[in-house]
């Protein structure tokens, strides 16, 4: 019995510590996506290049958040770093389906390409720091 009150806690944190990031970094894209706006420079092509660069950024760290979470740190594995590529693109897409629907939004297949490559990024670091 003292074993089951003892594993609830370590499990709570486990949860929190491994599963909660990537969940609110998520949560984090869903608020910014809803945003009718977001304040950027005037001149259009910084505008382009700093949105590139975020969704690259932000769907780096969102695959990096998942690859921690499934793996809990353990090697590169080719199937968790596919797992959290998955994740990370398909979230993307949905992202970018929501987008569709915020007034003074739309869906773009190269913020997606943005997202695809970020991800790619971060997790080919991974599997080049784990080799």
Same mark, same amino acid.
């Given at each position: 019995?003292?074993?089951?009150?003892?594993?609830?806690?370590?499990?709570?944190?486990? &949860?929190? $510590?491994?599963?909660? +990031?990537?969940?609110?970094?998520?949560? &984090?894209?869903? %608020?910014? !996506?809803?945003? *009718?706006?977001? @304040?950027? +420079? +005037?001149?259009?092509?910084?505008?382009?290049?700093?949105?590139?660069?975020?969704?690259?950024?932000?769907?780096?760290?969102?695959?990096?958040?998942?690859? #921690?979470?499934? !793996? #809990?740190?353990? *090697?590169?594995?080719? @199937?968790?770093? /596919?797992?959290? %590529?998955?994740?990370? @693109?398909?979230?993307?897409?949905?992202?970018?389906?929501?987008? !569709?629907?915020?007034?003074?939004?739309?869906?773009?297949?190269?913020?997606?390409?943005?997202?695809?490559?970020?991800?790619?990024? /971060?997790? $080919? @670091?991974?599997?080049?720091?784990? *080799?």
């Amino acid at each position: 019995m003292s074993q089951a009150n003892t594993s609830q806690p370590t499990s709570l944190r486990n &949860l929190a $510590w491994y599963w909660l +990031p990537p969940l609110a970094w998520m949560g &984090l894209i869903f %608020f910014l !996506s809803a945003q *009718r706006h977001l @304040v950027g +420079p +005037p001149q259009p092509w910084l505008a382009e290049l700093l949105t590139k660069s975020a969704h690259f950024l932000i769907y780096a760290g969102l695959a990096f958040w998942w690859w #921690r979470a499934l !793996s #809990r740190r353990r *090697r590169a594995d080719k @199937v968790i770093l /596919a797992a959290a %590529f998955a994740i990370s @693109v398909l979230y993307g897409a949905s992202d970018e389906f929501h987008q !569709s629907f915020v007034p003074g939004r739309d869906a773009s297949w190269l913020d997606l390409l943005a997202d695809a490559a970020g991800a790619a990024a /971060a997790l $080919w @670091v991974i599997w080049r720091r784990d *080799r």
